[in-house]
């Protein structure tokens, strides 16, 4: 006979049941965030289930980013995510703090590159033309969480690379520097599976979920200013879009 717990809406998975279960022993407080929950062989004697129905409801939970699982530990309860929005021109740094948030930048690369056909395109320069790459790691009280790259056209900031970007935002020096203010901006948003190169930066496993969010920004006379791509961990950020 099943964990009277269980007992839910008539045709209801016995797994989603558990998921249900388990998001409420999280809500309550009863597993708070960093918590290590019982293993699933002891979750499946405790509620009478198969070592499979238990894994299956673990395992969307750790899609979702409510669980963690960690190698040959055991499964956590996730922090709670951080919610950024998508359509704004507001920077990362000041919607991490507006979010009660720590966040801190840092740079991994700064070069000129030659840029792929498909960058070159969105900023409306030729593929023989060097770009500015530059590539930030972002986190949130420490913990990594989002891969931010970013093209800047070489011909609109000549000199760039003499700033000092860990501290200062890209687009306070485009405006103040080279009065290049952003005027227009367009987005789109995703999802996809961590790049064996963005696991490797944000401490995630290959084929973890992402976001990815993809930006252009434009100046007021409609020049091409930015290209963006923002891989963000699945776990760890929300992205919120206000109409």
């Not at 009277?4 to 409420?24: K, N």
């Not at 401490?203 to 791509?229: F, H, T």
Request: aromatic share 6%.
């Amino acid at each position: 006979m099943g964990h009277p717990a269980l007992e839910g809406a008539p045709g209801q998975p016995l797994y989603s049941r558990f998921e249900e279960l388990v998001r409420e022993r999280i809500e309550s407080g009863e597993w708070s965030p960093g918590t290590l929950i019982p293993s699933e062989r002891e979750l499946s004697a405790e509620f009478g289930l198969s070592r499979a129905t238990t894994r299956k409801a673990l395992d969307r939970l750790v899609t979702e980013g409510v669980l963690r699982k960690e190698p040959r530990r055991g499964t956590y309860v996730a922090e709670p995510k951080t919610v950024f929005e998508a359509l704004t021109l507001r920077g990362f740094s000041a919607q991490a703090l507006e979010a009660g948030a720590s966040p801190a930048s840092r740079l991994l690369r700064f070069e000129r590159v030659v840029p792929s056909t498909q960058v070159a395109a969105r900023l409306e320069v030729p593929t023989s033309q060097l770009v500015y790459l530059i590539e930030r790691l972002r986190t949130v009280d420490g913990t990594p969480v989002a891969l931010h790259q970013s093209y800047v056209p070489m011909h609109l900031a000549p000199e760039l690379q003499q700033e000092d970007l860990e501290k200062r935002s890209l687009y306070e020096v485009l405006a103040s520097r080279y009065r290049l203010g952003v005027g227009h901006a367009q987005e789109t948003l995703e999802s996809s599976l961590a790049t064996e190169y963005e696991a490797v930066v944000l401490g995630v496993q290959p084929g973890a979920p992402m976001l990815l969010l993809n930006i252009r920004l434009s100046s007021a006379d409609n020049r091409p200013l930015e290209v963006v791509k923002v891989a963000f961990r699945g776990d760890r950020v929300s992205l919120r879009q206000e109409i």
